[in-house]
Structures are given as C-alpha cells and as structure tokens.
T-cell receptor, first 109, second 117 residues
Framework: GQNIDQPTEMTATEGAIVQINCTYQTSGFNGLFWYQQHAGEAPTFLSYNVLDGLEEKGRFSSFLSRSKGYSYLLLKELQMKDSASYLCAVTDSNYQLIWGAGTKLIIKP | DTAVSQTPKYLVTQMGNDKSIKCEQN?????MYWYKQDSKKFLKIMFS???????INETVPNRFSPKSPDKAHLNLHINSLELGDSAVYFC????????????????FGPGTRLTVL
C-alpha cells in the first residue's frame, strides 16, 4: 500500500528553528509537496521538490532524498503565525496525490 | 478574485436528507478534486475530474455523486446523509497533474463544513 508518515504534533519556541520530517512509500514518485493548513482554513501550497536537495524559500526550506523516501520542511525564525498543520503529499506514478495526515505545529512564546 | 470558491460554507442538515455542495474555479484549470477532511484532519481524496471526465473515484459510497457541467465547475451531491458524513469537504483544482510544479499544484477552496444531526 501507499503510505506517508509524519509526526502528529510538534512544539517549538518563537524565534527558533523546527524541522518536520516526512517519509513515504508510494507506487512511483513524481514529486513531493508541502502544504500549510491553519485551523479552520484550506490547505495552501508551500513547496514542491522533485529532485534531490534543498529548496529554499525565505524562512521555509524543503529537502528531498528520493533514495531514502524522505523529506523535511525546515522553518526558521518561527513566528506565532506559523502555528498550523503541515501536510506532506506525494504524487505517485499515476499522478495521484497521496496525502499524509499532517503535523500540527504549536509555537510557544 | 476568488480562485476556487465553494458554497455553502456551512451546511447543517438532518440524517436522511439530500444536499449539494457547489464548487467553481476561475483559474482556467483542467482538473478539479473533491476531498473529505474528518475530525482527525486526514485529507482524503474522493473524486477527480479532468476536463469534465472522471479520472479518480476512490472508495466512496454511491450516495456521493459528483457532477461536472463544465471544466470550471465540480459539484458534489450527497443522498441520504448519514452521521458519518459530517466533515469538512474541500474542492481543489490544478492545471494538469502530469505537468510538474507549475501545473501540479492544487489550489483549495475554503471548505464546506457539513454537520449531519
């Protein structure tokens, strides 16, 4: 079966750095997405990785290792508004998007 | 300006009723999706349409029927509502899931919170 694993919940301090990990086992691979979802709102696109390595976008970076079936989302200089769920999703060989259950990130002052 | 819109935003109804949720996108995308997100926040794909044709139909009860009158609209009709149907339903669209990062990204509507009493 297809599977995406990420921690259920993480806590971090304002101003700090946090890394949210995602491991996947899918039928083929055509890219990995990270989405942010604030409580009561829709998911919004954060990043996309299809090649190995690090993609940086301001305070957010996403890393991919296809051989390990592994990605992480790195958030720097955490702000209270970063409190949200972060969803990892992988496009499989049929171009279907397989979603993880999301990691709820709690930021404390 | 709204890219993906859904109506209604909230829907409260009795068990056994039939209801519809409407979705429209003005992004010119070819593909549209319906997702269900339950209380555990897990996002589950229900249906996907590409240019009005059904391309994904996950294991969903027959009571759920999508309808795509044109590629900008994908409506969801639910018959004989059950308590377990209570969830948030998200509509999303993308240009082309085969096209890579510029075309694969899904844009979500604001969601419809369905409560079945």
């Amino acid at each position: 079966g297809q599977n995406i694993d990420q921690p259920t919940e993480m806590t971090a301090t304002e101003g700090a750095i946090v890394q949210i990990n995602c491991t996947y086992q899918t039928s083929g691979f055509n890219g990995l997405f990270w989405y942010q979802q604030h409580a009561g709102e829709a998911p919004t696109f954060l990043s996309y990785n299809v090649l190995d390595g690090l993609e940086e976008k301001g305070r957010f970076s996403s890393f991919l290792s296809r051989s390990k079936g592994y990605s992480y989302l790195l958030l720097k200089e955490l702000q209270m508004k970063d409190s949200a769920s972060y969803l990892c999703a992988v496009t499989d060989s049929n171009y279907q998007l397989i979603w993880g259950a999301g990691t709820k990130l709690i930021i404390k002052p | 300006d709204t890219a993906v819109s859904q109506t209604p935003k909230y829907l409260v109804t009795q068990m056994g009723n039939d209801k519809s949720i409407k979705c429209e996108q003005n992004l010119g995308h070819d593909t549209m999706y319906w997702y269900k997100q339950d209380s555990k926040k897990f996002l589950k794909i229900m249906f996907s349409y590409n240019n009005k044709e059904l391309i994904i139909n996950e294991t969903v009860p027959n009571r759920f029927s999508p309808k795509s009158p044109d590629k900008a609209h994908l409506n969801l009709h639910i018959n004989s509502l059950e308590l377990g149907d209570s969830a948030v339903y998200f509509c999303a669209s993308s240009q082309d899931p085969r096209g890579g990062p510029s075309t694969d990204t899904q844009y979500f509507g604001p969601g419809t919170r369905l409560t079945v009493l």
